[in-house]
């Protein structure tokens, strides 16, 4: 074992108790004493002895939880406490009982004795001291008792985290790494990302520059160059451009260059600077995708049981998103759009109709490129979806199916798996960016030419002939550059229509699906069933042509038990969900008590027939809201008979929370055999007619089956059970077996008549029989 | 913790003997019997009655529990409600025999004073949840809390990771806080305190 440093005051108190710090082969520092107040003492182990120094409880004790990682206050003076030495023969074992929120630490030997008590965040250096006491009483043993380990499986993430050395300022080494790191605000850890990009940054902030320059220089030249100087005709603009003689026209086709140049020049920076970005946060998003994932493969697997893994509610959410986004932003943006366009042509025909006319001449062009060209666009977008979703599927993979993973120690090549899709989305992404970079840009050239081309007929029909006014062709400009917009607009919110529409017709696909199965008109109440079941010439099947059950009789009279046997997908699931009206019957008719289920309501046959299936379902609550799922005004004496019953209460009682224990999507994860309990119980409490048992034991140990066998021995009585099992052991109760085979009754009677006639359930019971003889179990 | 109490009977081969059990041998008809006794038990709830039973308090610290002329020298007891029914409901179990339940306490307020004394203060100790008094400060830092908190203890400094498994929620305004050390602490009404602190804790919650 390591030693970690004792803290100073211990080590010098030890010195005067005649312990040196060698001699020191344990020690923890419990923080509470038997009233539960906060105390500072000390555990010492030594060859010879345990010294327990008892902390004196001071008001201005402060606690401190031990993962901040901070040094606890050393105390000043502990010659104050109380101090005891008890010599090591005189102990036979230190053992810890769990005390859910605390802890306690007892000793064995001459006298049975609480020493110690501690809050559960000092349970693993206490651990540490009592397995070193085990180890110096019996070192051949080694072991730890049953609670100690009970304890340990149940906290399998502490034990990588929590320092077990039990030093009071313990961080381990892995705790020690991660802190900096852990501390660092969000937003700078992204930074840190940027890191490997910065001359790329460098570069980006430069097209800023530029592109800020050339605008600049564009309202120059369209303003003080052309009016001041060219329009009104100085002829120091001419002598600049060193043109010879009264050529205005030609300075002026030379500055309309130089500004056309201009926007070439803002058009080629934006497309390398949205290049530059693409690829800047492309690559951060990558790698924050890949980091989260390998560390992904480190966390425990409690953390994958815990994460939320839904893909239809997913779906279902998306759609809902794209058909809000339709309806809230871009149906009041299509009504301004369609204004705008409106208004706009409207006032420049009735300022100017030959104007206007030559206004709306190249605008074809635009809805040309955003209705034509866009939609390739398009294209990649969906290449980009489809590379996400294989990205979310592989993620998907790896979180449910975390433990394979794991047991196959399969996380690199998962790893490397979701490098390759990661890989493929950045591509994608890189696609979407060159093209919509690409066009982007050329769209807004081709924009800004066509406001070029008004203003250039506009300012040679003003120099030409003294048609309009240099006002009026700078107001039909401006509303031509006003156009675009909406234009652009109402192209895109036209494409999002369609793709609203869609997922608006899967969202009512649901919403408007109807029931199968209802209430006849004049369905009755079953109110007090016996609970005598009759199939009478039942057809059945899923698809109509697929007959599971053909022409199917058989008759269960009220509080008997009847065993359905038979291989997987002989029909027995199917056979109990048609009696509980899951589905309809296509001729023939199932009657309970002599009455058509299809004339019972469906609330009162429900609530006559309670069926536990091997498919358990834990409904997000506590423990008792779900056992009294199916009788919510159940009191709480029902509530834990019912789990008694269910042999639940137990379990149930040694949890933390006990019966208030929140389970669920996101709560406390119990084993199968404790699911199956539960829904035991929970049948137990709605106290049905019928019980349908399909498979109840299929997912338990053969413990727990007895106890759970047991449970519905009792719970059988007085109801009419169908009871489903591949284990013949689990029927041996029944009154009567049916055996199914391809949706008919082959074998029939008791089990000593099915015995005697030495057909399938013979052969199973004696396959099954010497299976468990191989096992050893029967 | 074996939650089921007791070792499996060894060689039991037909061990339902709820309907119509077999032909057995003796050996077999031992363990029936044992079997059903201990079947009977599991299904049977017994509440324990004031009159019945004497809970004391042993040198050694743990509560002995006498009744019907039986002695448990060491008894654990834990809520079945713990937080709906604090005081209610309590299972008195055998922590010398796996922690079998010996009975369940109805309403621990029928007992006698110093019981329900003794039993509150081991009740205290084992669901020990400091109740927060007074929020001193919050600090959040990438995903991590930090509070310091008054308590009926003393001033406690604590931290947790802010996700869904820290912060419970229990009915409307009772709000439950588990440190990274698994300690718990709780606010029984949230409205009570001030409105500087409700705001920072809305933060978390």
């Known amino acids: 074992m390591d030693k970690k440093p004792l803290p100073k005051k211990l080590a010098e108190t030890a010195k005067t108790l005649g312990i040196t710090e060698e001699q020191i082969i344990a020690f923890a520092c419990p923080d509470m004493n038997r009233d539960c107040a906060f105390v500072k003492s000390y555990l010492l182990l030594t060859k010879e002895m345990l010294v327990i120094i008892d902390g004196k409880v001071n008001p201005g004790n402060v606690f401190v939880s031990e993962s901040l990682g901070e040094v606890p206050e050393e105390t000043k003076d502990v010659s104050e406490h109380e101090i005891r030495k008890i010599p090591l023969e005189d102990l036979d074992a230190l053992k810890l009982s769990s005390q859910i929120r605390t802890g306690l630490m007892y000793c064995e030997g001459q006298t049975t004795e609480v020493l110690s008590y501690f809050t559960i965040a000092r349970y693993g250096e206490m651990l540490q001291l009592t397995a070193a006491f085990t180890q110096l009483k019996h070192p051949q043993a080694g072991g730890e008792t049953e609670t100690e380990r009970g304890r340990r499986r149940r906290r399998p993430e502490t034990k990588a985290r929590r320092p077990m050395e039990g030093a009071p300022e313990g961080m381990d080494e892995t705790e020690k790494k991660m802190r900096p790191r852990e501390h660092l605000p969000v937003s700078l850890r992204l930074f840190s990302y940027l890191k490997p990009h910065r001359f790329r940054l460098a570069l980006v902030f430069l097209c800023y520059i530029a592109v800020a320059a050339c605008n600049l220089v564009w309202p120059y030249l369209s303003g003080t160059v052309l009016y001041d100087q060219i329009m009104s005709r100085d002829p120091a603009i001419l002598k600049t451009l060193h043109i010879q003689g009264n050529r205005f026209i030609l300075a002026l086709g030379l500055v309309v260059l130089g500004m056309a140049a201009a926007k070439f020049l803002i058009m080629v920076i934006s497309v390398l600077q949205n290049l530059l970005n693409a690829v800047i946060s492309n690559h951060v998003i990558m790698t924050l995708r890949n980091d989260v994932f390998a560390s992904m493969g480190e966390l425990e697997l409690r953390y994958f049981q815990n994460a939320q893994t839904g893909t239809l509610m997913v779906r279902v959410l998306q759609d809902a998103n794209i058909v809000s986004r339709l309806i809230v932003d871009e149906m009041p943006g299509c009504i301004i759009n369609i204004f705008t366009l409106v208004s706009t042509v409207v006032i420049m025909f009735s300022l100017d109709v030959k104007l206007a006319l030559a206004s709306l001449l190249l605008l074809p062009l635009t809805v040309f490129m955003s209705a034509k060209i866009r939609p390739r666009l398009h294209v990649l977008f969906g290449k980009r979806h489809r590379a996400e979703r294989g990205l979310n599927t592989a993620l998907n993979d790896n979180i449910a199916g975390a433990r394979v993973v794991k047991v196959f120690g399969k996380e690199p090549e998962e790893i490397q798996k979701f490098e390759n899709t990661n890989q493929k989305v950045q591509d994608a992404e890189v696609d979407i960016t060159k093209f919509s970079g690409l066009f982007n840009a050329s769209y807004s050239f081709v924009e800004e030419m066509s406001t070029l081309f008004i203003w250039a007929i506009g300012a040679y029909l003003v120099l030409r002939t003294e048609y309009i006014s240099y006002g009026l062709l700078l107001t039909f400009i401006g509303y031509v550059a006003q156009m675009n917009r909406p234009i652009q607009d109402l192209v895109r919110i036209f494409r999002q229509w369609v793709d609203s529409m869609n997922a608006a017709e899967r969202l009512f696909e649901i919403i408007d699906a109807q029931p199968q199965i209802t209430d006849a008109p004049d369905a009755l109440d079953l109110d007090h069933a016996k609970g005598e079941i009759e199939l009478k010439h039942v057809d059945f099947g899923y698809e109509p042509n697929i007959p599971v059950f053909e022409d199917f009789s058989f008759k269960v009279p009220a509080g008997s038990m009847l065993g359905i046997v038979g291989r997987s997908g002989a029909g027995k699931t199917t056979l109990v969900n048609i009696i509980s009206r899951m589905y309809e019957v296509n001729k023939g008719s199932i009657r309970i008590d002599g009455v058509d289920i299809r004339d019972i309501s469906l609330r009162s046959l429900r609530k006559n027939i309670a069926m536990v299936s091997q498919e358990t379902y834990i409904f997000i609550g506590t423990i008792a809201e779900n056992i009294a799922y199916a009788k919510p005004e159940a009191t709480r004496e029902e509530i834990i008979a019912a789990a008694k019953l269910a042999s639940a209460h137990d379990f149930i009682c040694k949890l933390p929370d006990g019966y208030d224990t929140v389970i669920g999507a996101s709560g406390r994860n119990l084993s199968g055999g404790e699911r199956q309990r539960l829904s035991i119980a929970r049948a137990v409490l709605a106290d049905p007619k019928i019980l349908i048992l399909d498979e109840a034991t299929a997912s338990v140990d053969t413990e727990t089956e007895r106890a759970i066998q047991t449970s519905l021995a009792a719970l059988s009585k007085n109801r009419t059970t169908l009871s489903i099992a591949h284990r013949l052991s689990t029927l041996r109760d029944a009154d009567y077996l049916i055996v199914l085979e391809h949706g008919k009754i082959t074998e029939q009677g008791t089990h000593e008549e099915l015995m005697r006639l030495n057909g399938t359930y013979c052969m199973l019971k004696e396959l099954q029989t010497n299976a468990l003889a191989l096992k050893g179990l029967e | ?205």
Do not use: W
């Open chain 2, 1 to 205: 913790m074996a939650p089921m109490g007791g070792p499996p009977p060894a060689g039991g081969r037909n061990n339902m003997p709820m309907r119509g059990p077999g032909p057995v041998n003796t050996q077999e008809e031992i363990d029936l019997a044992r079997l059903a006794e201990r079947c009977d038990e599991m299904m049977q709830i017994r509440y324990l009655e004031p009159a019945d039973c004497a809970f004391s308090e042993k040198d050694s610290g743990f509560i002995q529990l006498k009744i019907d002329e039986k002695v448990y020298t060491h008894v654990d007891i834990y809520r079945v409600f713990p937080y709906t029914n604090p005081a209610e409901y309590l299972s008195v179990r055998d922590a010398e025999d796996a922690f079998r339940e010996i009975g369940i306490i109805r309403q621990l307020s029928a007992f006698p004073e110093e019981t329900i004394s003794l039993i509150e203060r081991h009740l205290k100790l084992r669901y020990f949840t400091p109740e927060i008094k007074e929020i001193l400060f919050v600090k959040r830092r990438a995903g991590v809390v930090t509070m310091k908190v008054r308590t009926e203890y003393g001033e406690c400094r604590f931290a947790f990771r802010n996700n869904s498994n820290a912060v419970i929620r229990l009915g409307e305004n009772r709000v439950f806080i588990q440190d990274m050390d698994e300690n718990r602490y709780q606010i029984p009404d949230v409205t009570k305190l001030t409105i500087r602190e409700q705001k920072k804790l809305d933060a978390l919650l």
